[in-house]
């Protein structure tokens, strides 16, 4: 039997990928942001910024076959936990629990008095606390599953290299081919 380290992608690729489509959502963000000052929209919501993470993550994993941006520079992709491409609630709900924790962080950038609002005032600690437990999940056990792997049931897989075309070496025919006629034939000598 295969063990899961043998074809689930590593935790140093899976954070480059993760990483990877972090930034990109981040310059989508500024220039979302520059456009919205530019027509004199009013896009300065702390929700933003996970609204994109949503969008991003459900788009490309539903639409993509499993494999963000990210992903797919580094040459893995996201699958069912039975082996099977992913179905769209499976990508939407991966979608959602990717960004949960920077809505987490949003929420407490909105002004909650913590003494007011007592436990509310927690939410960007369950943010921080879940991209902690996927960090750690991801790094120390046996099958790299996070949280979100678990929840969602998906793996991360890496794919196989892109194997490029390879031409004969020699031609693939010979001189007495009949496709290519028979070569011409020197007169008989006298």
């Known amino acids: 039997m295969t063990s899961p380290k043998n074809f689930t992608a ?62 797919y520079v580094r040459n893995v992709c996201v699958i069912a936990a039975n082996g099977e491409p992913l179905v769209l609630g499976q990508a939407v709900a991966r979608g959602f629990l990717t960004a949960f924790p920077y809505a987490c ?37 046996h099958a790299r599953r996070t949280l979100t792997d678990i929840l969602t049931r998906t793996l991360v897989v890496k794919l196989p290299p892109i194997q490029p075309h390879r031409a004969p070496a020699v031609p693939m025919f010979s001189a007495n081919d009949a496709e290519f006629g028979n070569p011409p034939r020197l007169p008989p000598s006298e």
């Not at 990483?19 to 004199?40: E, K, P, Q, S």
């Not at 949003?106 to 369950?126: N, R």
């Open 105 to 141: 962080l949003a929420a407490g950038a909105i002004h909650i008095d913590p003494i007011a609002h007592g436990l509310v005032s927690m939410v960007p600690v369950f943010g921080v606390a879940y991209l902690f437990v996927d960090l750690v999940l991801l790094e120390y056990t």
């Open 10 to 71: 590593g935790s140093s690729t899976r954070s480059l990928a993760y990483l990877f489509d972090l930034a990109t959502v981040a310059f989508v963000f500024i220039v979302v942001y520059a456009l919205g000052d530019a027509l004199n929209l009013k896009l300065d919501d702390p929700m933003l910024f996970a609204a994109l993470v949503f969008v991003y993550q459900a788009y490309f994993l539903a639409a993509r076959t499993g494999a963000t941006p990210g992903k």
